[in-house]
């Protein structure tokens, strides 16, 4: 070797060594202990359990045209929607942004070369897909028909479907946030590079922070309370049937202790994606970034004591509801300070309409609709009328998938040219992004209306009021759009990876510490722990610099043009 080899950021981007072309065999990836390529095995996983979830879910919509139920058994349509909650709750929703995009980026937007544990990572995927096999074996050995919810005693005493198996996937598939969580709150202690103080993190770091807080507190709850279902179900010892001594409103609230606060493991994350979008593509500093910072953690810990907004109807006492009316309300103020602060970063921001900053502001206008929907379901009176009816269906879908899967989505969209090194098309991306947002609401929106009339949630029949049938067809029509939506991204994005452009380092001029690596990073991430010297979201020193160096080329150029 000659003594002037090239230096890595030199060499052409085909041949610079990155977490992607170091090795191609298959065991490397099986058993790598990169958060880049556990990142990778996560999104490949994931988008599955999504299609298969996608799949559950065009089958309920497709029985809904019609008011008489003529495709589906009621048995098979309970096992549908069973699977379709079951899969995109457990196996999409709650690892989503956080398994994929908080393994990929986290560690190098805090400058460090790994998660605080490696190998408990890739045990966290072989958890998961264990998990995800299990669950996916019940299904297809005849499903589950208790709902994503497991009430009991239907559930332990009663169904035939294969419950217990369903819990054991669940069960397992916990534990793998569970060690995520625990991997992400160690490393976010622990690994951060000189000068990277707590209030100099990213806004997204923060919230996969509190994420990682709640999932550690919250999913022990869960596992242990479906562990509970699974022992009455096979030994019969009574917990929560009332035929063997139990209480089944104990299930209830045991159940929505994690699950409360599970919609936001859902949705904090995506709120950190947009801080990031936002910024980014206002090139402005987040609007009250400690506020921002601070309704994360108010979120995680107010998250826990809102269950028994679930539970108004249960016969749990008047006292006790109101109390839990009340703190709802309250619970809403964090979510709509971050939203307020986003509308003040793009207020008079240098806005730059590319994809990922259409997915965000997707995510603005369906996240508001969902969480002032929430409001009226934590009012006792007009629950009482809308509990069990499609307006709830409506209201966590507009903000789980409106929410949750717009960030998702525009998550995918700003990180994928650092994970891939390639740019895909932006136009094709807006023309996803345009396709997800009038799919979604023609699907979501009428479903509020029929939740209004009285339909109830969990029917495949409504010959009793076949009124509603023009909402269910223009809901259904929706949903077929908003699949065209999801499925258009598969292909501009796979083409990229071989027909791409080079993306370069940071393709968005984007300040974060990851966007100082080579895009695809080398396995350690950076050839030298970054020292940081400047809050987050410093564009305006960065346009500033820009916009000196472009002045002093213009001067070289205009110098150069007068000699000749
Ligand atoms: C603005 C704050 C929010 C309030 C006040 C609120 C309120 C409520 C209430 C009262 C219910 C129970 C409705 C019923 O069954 O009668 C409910 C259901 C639900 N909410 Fe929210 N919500 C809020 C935000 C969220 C967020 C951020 C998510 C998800 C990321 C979410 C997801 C859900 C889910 C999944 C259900 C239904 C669960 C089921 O029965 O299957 N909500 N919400
Ligand atoms: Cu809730």
Not at 88 to 103: D, E, K, Q, R, W
Not at 169 to 189: C, D, P
Not at 382 to 406: C, E, P, S
Request: include cysteine; aromatic fraction near 16%; charged fraction near 10%.
């Amino acid at each position: 070797m000659s003594a002037t080899a090239a230096r890595p950021e030199e060499l052409d981007d085909a041949t610079r060594p990155n977490y992607l072309n170091v090795s191609h065999t298959i065991k490397s990836w099986l058993l790598t202990q990169d958060h880049k390529r556990i990142a990778v095995l996560y999104l490949v996983s994931i988008s599955f359990f999504f299609l298969l979830g996608g799949l559950a879910a065009s089958m309920i919509r497709l029985e809904l045209t019609s008011p008489r139920g003529v495709m589906l058994e009621s048995e098979t349509y309970n096992k549908m929607f069973s699977a379709h909650g079951i899969i995109m709750v457990f196996l999409f929703l709650v690892p989503s942004i956080p398994a994929t995009f908080g393994n990929f980026a986290l560690p190098m937007m805090i400058g460090a070369k790994d998660l605080a544990f490696p190998r408990l990572n890739l045990l966290s995927w072989y958890l998961y897909m264990i998990g995800g096999g299990l669950i996916l074996a019940a299904l297809l050995m005849g499903g589950v028909d208790t709902g994503w919810t497991f009430y009991t005693p239907y559930s332990s005493m009663y169904s035939s479907g294969h419950v217990v198996l369903a819990i054991v996937g669940v069960f397992i598939a916990g534990f793998s946030s569970i060690f995520t969580g625990l991997n992400f709150i160690a490393t976010v202690h622990k690994m951060r590079a000189p000068g990277m103080t707590w209030f100099r993190m990213p806004l997204f770091v923060w919230a996969m922070y509190a994420t990682s807080v709640i999932i550690v507190l919250g999913t022990p709850v869960v596992a242990i309370t479906l562990a509970l279902v699974a022992v009455e179900a096979t030994m019969g010892v009574g917990i929560f049937s009332p035929a063997l001594g139990g209480d089944p409103v104990l299930f209830q609230h045991m159940f929505w202790f994690y699950s409360h606060p599970a919609v936001y493991i859902m949705i904090l994350p995506s709120m950190g994606v947009m801080s990031e979008l936002i910024a980014c593509f206002s090139r402005k500093r987040i609007f009250g970034y400690h506020f921002v910072a601070f309704s994360s953690l108010a979120i995680a810990g107010l998250g826990f004591i809102v269950w028994g907004h679930h539970m108004f109807t249960s016969g749990q006492s008047t006292f006790q509801s109101l109390v839990f009316s009340l703190i709802s309300f309250v619970v809403a103020v964090p979510s709509a300070v971050k939203t307020f602060n986003w509308m003040a970063t793009i207020y008079k921001g240098n806005v730059d309409l590319r994809s990922p900053m259409i997915f965000a502001l997707g995510f603005l206008g369906l996240f508001v609709v969902g969480g002032l929907t929430g409001l009226y379901l934590a009012s006792l009176a007009t629950d009482v009328h809308l509990q069990a009816t499609y307006f709830v269906v409506a209201h966590f879908h507009y903000i789980m998938v409106g929410g949750a899967m717009m960030g998702f989505l525009g998550a995918l969209h700003y990180w994928w040219p650092k994970m891939t090194g390639k740019m895909y098309s932006d136009n094709w991306a807006k023309i996803g992004a345009a396709l997800v947002f009038v799919g979604f609401n023609l699907t979501f929106f009428p479903q509020f209306i029929l939740g209004y009339l009285g339909m109830p949630r969990r029917y495949h029949y409504y010959d009793f009021a076949p009124q509603w049938q023009a909402y269910n067809i223009m809901s259904s029509a929706g949903a077929s759009v908003l699949a065209l939506g999801y499925i258009l991204p598969a292909f501009y994005l796979l083409h990229s990876l071989k027909y791409g452009k080079p993306a370069g380092r940071n393709p968005w001029g984007a300040v974060g510490l990851e966007w100082q690596t080579e895009s695809p990073p080398d396995t350690h991430n950076f050839h030298e722990i970054p020292i940081v010297t400047h809050e987050a979201y410093d564009y305006a020193a960065v346009d500033e610099i820009e916009h000196a160096q472009a002045q002093e080329v213009m001067k070289k150029e205009a110098h150069m043009g007068s000699d000749e």
